[in-house]
C-alpha cells in the first residue's frame, strides 16, 4: 500500500458525508474501503422516501433523452449515483459536473447502441463532463473513488456508474 494525497481528500469527504471518522492517512486501508461501501449503499436509508436529490445534482438531470424520467424501482441506485458524483465533485476542486446522460429507457438505449446490460437502463450511471478537468484526469480520480463500480474513459466524457463491482474500460 502506498501513500496517495487523493486517497486523503477522499478520507475527508467521506468523513464529512457519512461521519466515517477516518483517520485522514492517505491509505486506502479496509476502513477507508467499508466507507466508500456506505456511501455508494446511501448510508443507513435502504429506500429513498422522495426523489433522489443532493446538493449539486437533481433529479430532472438524469432523465433519459427521450423524456422518461428515472422509475421509482431505480431510485435507490440514482441515490448512491448521485452520492457517489458529490463525492467526486468535492475532489475534483468543486468544478461544477454535467451529466450528459443519466437514466436510460431500454428502447432509448437500444437505439443509440448502447450496451445490453448497460447501467444506464437502471439509473446506477452517468456519463459526465467535468469544468476545467479533462475526460482523463476525470477517470484517473474515478479510478480511485469508484473502487466498487465502473469507470470508462471516453474522448469527450467519462463514464461513472455503480454497480456494485469494479469495471473498467
Not at 85 to 101: A, D, F, K, M, Y
Not at 102 to 129: C, L, V, W
Not at 138 to 150: E, F, S
Amino acid at each position: 500500500m502506498r501513500y496517495s494525497k487523493d486517497v486523503s481528500i477522499i478520507q475527508e469527504i467521506l468523513n464529512k458525508l457519512n461521519s466515517a471518522k477516518l483517520i485522514v492517512d492517505g491509505y486506502k486501508g479496509v476502513q477507508t474501503e467499508k466507507a466508500i461501501k456506505l456511501a455508494l449503499e446511501g448510508g443507513e436509508v435502504t429506500e429513498p422516501l422522495t426523489q433522489p436529490h443532493s446538493e449539486h445534482f437533481k433529479f430532472s438531470e438524469f432523465t433519459c433523452h427521450d423524456g422518461t424520467e428515472v422509475p421509482e424501482m431505480y431510485w435507490d441506485n440514482l441515490q448512491k449515483n448521485m452520492n457517489m458524483l458529490e463525492i467526486l465533485r468535492t475532489q475534483l476542486g468543486n468544478n461544477p459536473i454535467t451529466v450528459i446522460s443519466g437514466y436510460r429507457t431500454p428502447t432509448y438505449n437500444e437505439s443509440i447502441g448502447g450496451a445490453t446490460n448497460s447501467q444506464h437502463m437502471f439509473g446506477s450511471a452517468s456519463d459526465i463532463k467535468v469544468e476545467n478537468v479533462s475526460p482523463a484526469n476525470v477517470y484517473n480520480y474515478a479510478d480511485i473513488l469508484y473502487t466498487n463500480g465502473g469507470v470508462g474513459k471516453y474522448p469527450t466524457f467519462t463514464h461513472v456508474d455503480v454497480r456494485g463491482h469494479k469495471s473498467r474500460w
